[in-house]
């Protein structure tokens, strides 16, 4: 029985332990939890490149299936290496017995990621997780200032650029409420101020929470929408002014988890324009029009299918980065095709 201190999650991540093979990553940051399952999965398939090493699962598969988890924890890879489970948990679809079952026999060779929203304390998955032997539950809040400096000097360094002081502290506070959110904007900036030394103050004025957002939310709804035709222009002038193709797919995987977060709400009676409200009241006024037409078209279920694509894109981009503007444009085409069916 573990529980992770916010401090030690990376760490603990980076470094698999072969006695804890159920790991439960949940919480209110979204990004964050996103983040963190796509970089555990990779931790633990190394350098495996066996395309079955990788199984993605959604609760209700194993809800409808409750033996499936077991199976697929201890199904042996053709090619060797160990494997990585990765199941979506949304609404609520009952899956702890089948946690259970596995947790009763662990499996030698693979681990399972359990990628979940925010669950409260000594209930369900969170309570099983937390006190059951082999099992880890790791927290995912908001970005203390701590944590915010830690990310920007991570994409600093990798840019090769310093930042002043005031231009540090403004930034700071335009992030935090989403780790992928946060990662975008650092990296969009970033590649605005390659070719100097050091990030200013105007630099961040410019392009933080810029117009340029626009552009990215213009694609991210032409998916949503199935209009392909628009998501296609959106996306080849995004990429046009300079702007990594990741940060499309981010926005993209954060808004189909507020889809689907309002979606999941909706079925469990809450209606739907309080949902909207709760989760999405801080959306500008003119997006919440195409938000609500997008809800009109996407069941639950065909949002954790787009998830999926999103989730599998993003972390074949980074293992792949030479073609990674074609895989994500191809997983939003598949998501905007998803849309167009429904329609």
């Not at 296609?232 to 990429?239: S, V």
């Not at 739907?272 to 037409?293: C, D, H, M, P, V």
């Not at 069941?299 to 073609?323: C, N, P, V, Y």
């Not at 998501?335 to 429904?342: E, G, K, S, T, Y």
């Amino acid at each position: 029985m573990v529980q992770i201190k916010p401090q030690d999650a990376d760490r603990f991540l980076s470094r698999p332990d072969p006695g804890i093979r159920v790991v439960l990553i949940h919480g209110s940051d979204t990004g964050l939890i996103s983040e963190r399952a796509a970089g555990f999965a990779k931790t633990i398939l190394g350098q495996n490149d066996d395309p079955f090493a990788l199984v993605r699962l959604d609760s209700s598969e194993i809800a409808g299936d409750p033996g499936r988890l077991a199976d697929e924890a201890n199904t042996i890879a053709l090619f060797g290496g160990t494997r990585a489970i990765w199941v979506k948990v949304a609404g609520n679809r009952p899956i702890q017995a089948a946690v259970e079952a596995v947790l009763a026999a662990p499996p030698q060779d693979a681990w399972i990621v359990l990628e979940a929203g925010d669950i409260k304390k000594g209930v369900g998955l969170r309570k099983l997780c937390e006190n059951a032997r082999g099992a880890a539950a790791i927290a995912c809040y908001a970005d203390n200032e701590a944590a915010l400096d830690r990310l920007i000097d991570s994409e600093l360094k990798e840019a090769n650029l310093g930042i002043d002081p005031d231009a540090r502290a403004l930034l700071r506070s335009l992030l935090g409420a989403d780790r992928l959110a946060s990662r975008s904007e650092v990296a969009k900036l970033c590649l605005y101020a390659l070719g100097t030394r050091s990030i200013d103050i105007d630099s961040v004025r410019a392009v933080v929470g810029d117009a340029g957002a626009s552009a990215t939310d213009e694609a991210v709804d032409a998916a949503a929408l199935g209009d392909a035709a628009g998501l296609d222009r959106a996306f080849r002038r995004i990429l046009g002014s300079g702007t990594a193709a990741f940060v499309v797919a981010n926005a993209a995987l954060r808004h189909f988890q507020l889809l689907h977060r309002i979606k999941a709400a909706a079925e469990d009676g809450m209606p739907q324009s309080a949902a909207i409200e709760r989760y999405a009241g801080g959306i500008f006024f003119q997006r919440k029009g195409k938000l609500e037409q997008q809800l009109r078209i996407w069941s639950a279920d065909r949002l954790l299918t787009a998830l999926d694509r999103l989730d599998g894109a993003i972390f074949d981009s980074r293992l792949k980065a030479s073609i990674a503007d074609e895989v994500i444009g191809q997983a939003l085409l598949a998501v905007a095709m998803l849309a167009r069916a429904r329609r």
